[in-house]
């Protein structure tokens, strides 16, 4: 069975950086897109980015352009988000998701697998 566990979130200033991880185990990753999501608050779940199988493509929500960055390494088996230029309104808790080989998928149904997440608070 596919498991996935975040790390990396915490407390970090507007303006700020954090880099999460999600190390992936139970199958072979380098079959399965994977996609961040995150969740704030009183908010219903999102989109934030995802990342082909093979890591050529990559595919980000609107907001999320030109201040977060996904990769991924298939020799270690796992998927990153960098953050840069954090706002307030980043903050909620992002969870990794695994998916299908064949696409980037940026909607939660596309994805077969969670982690449990990791915090991120942009607060001054």
């Known amino acids: 069975q596919v498991q996935l566990v975040e790390s990396g979130g915490g407390l970090a200033q507007p303006g700020g950086s954090l880099r999460l991880s999600c190390v992936f185990s139970?199958?072979?990753?380098?079959?399965?897109?994977m996609g961040w999501f995150r969740q704030a608050p009183g908010k219903e779940r999102e989109f934030v980015s995802a990342?082909?199988?093979?890591?050529?493509?990559?595919s980000y929500a609107d907001s999320e352009k030109g201040r977060f960055t996904i990769s991924r390494d298939n020799a270690k088996n796992t998927v990153y988000l960098q953050m840069n230029s954090l706002k307030p309104e980043d903050t909620a808790v992002y969870c990794c998701?695994?998916?299908?080989?064949?696409?980037?998928?940026?909607?939660?149904?596309?994805?077969?697998?969670w982690g449990q997440g990791t915090q991120v608070t942009v607060s001054s």
């Open positions: 998701a695994a998916g299908g080989p064949l696409a980037v998928y940026i909607r939660i149904n596309d994805y077969d697998y």
């Open positions: 139970g199958r072979t990753f380098s079959r399965y897109s």
């Open positions: 990342i082909s199988a093979g890591g050529a493509r990559t």
